[in-house]
């Protein structure tokens, strides 16, 4: 019997707290521009594959804290290959949440023995002059899945089509071991 394979595809979701420019991301991936006046959640988007550049067809999808239940949240996060915890470069506070609450909130909502990963996605680049790179690497530390981390801005489009690559890539690619696999005997 020939079984057809089943086909690849990229399920990209945006976590973070409210504000950080989850939804503006994706518009300006999509629309190459920035537009200030956004709606508070970005319709389910799918790029077909022939606009990638691993050429896998990639749906995108935006969490509004506002318009959803944690348990709806919870849901996209099992439905979802990659996760992109977004904070914004000028507020350490969304950083801080990045390991008090998101990471660890996503871990609750993933089986024990699989992690999928996760992108530390630094937005608003456009309004400091330093990087806080540096600030992450405790993070990176204390949880594996997060696979990489990202500056970017969505106002002057600054690594956005960067960051969801990189979050392909994430799964097509993993660099670090993001399965936990149990000791063999
Ligand atoms: P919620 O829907 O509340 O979860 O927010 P969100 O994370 O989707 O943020 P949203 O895209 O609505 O952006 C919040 C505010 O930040 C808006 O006023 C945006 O115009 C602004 N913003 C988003 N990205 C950037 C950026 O890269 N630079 C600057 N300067 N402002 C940005």
């Not at 002059?129 to 992450?136: F, G, R």
């Not at 500056?151 to 690619?173: G, R």
């Amino acid at each position: 019997m020939v079984y057809e394979s089943a086909p690849r595809t990229v399920r990209i979701i945006l976590l973070g707290e409210p504000g950080v420019g989850k939804t503006s991301l994706i518009l300006s991936l999509v629309t190459e521009e920035f537009t200030e006046h956004v709606p508070a959640k970005a319709e389910e988007i799918t790029i077909p594959a022939d606009v990638t550049p691993e050429q896998v067809p990639t749906n995108i999808i935006d969490v509004c804290l506002s318009e959803q239940t944690l348990e709806q949240v919870a849901e996209e996060i099992e439905k979802a290959h990659v996760i992109c915890i977004v904070f914004s470069v000028d507020k350490q506070e969304t950083l801080n949440k990045v390991a008090s609450y998101w990471l660890p909130f996503i871990r609750d909502n993933c089986p024990d023995d699989y992690r999928k990963p996760v992108i530390l996605v630094g937005n608003k680049i456009d309004l400091i002059d330093y990087s806080v790179i540096d600030n992450i690497w405790d993070i990176a530390e204390e949880y594996p899945e997060v696979d990489r981390c990202i500056e970017c801005s969505a106002k002057t489009l600054t690594n956005v089509s960067e960051m969801f690559y990189n979050a392909q890539k994430a799964v097509l690619h993993p660099i670090g071991p993001i399965y936990s696999i149990e000791d063999q005997e």
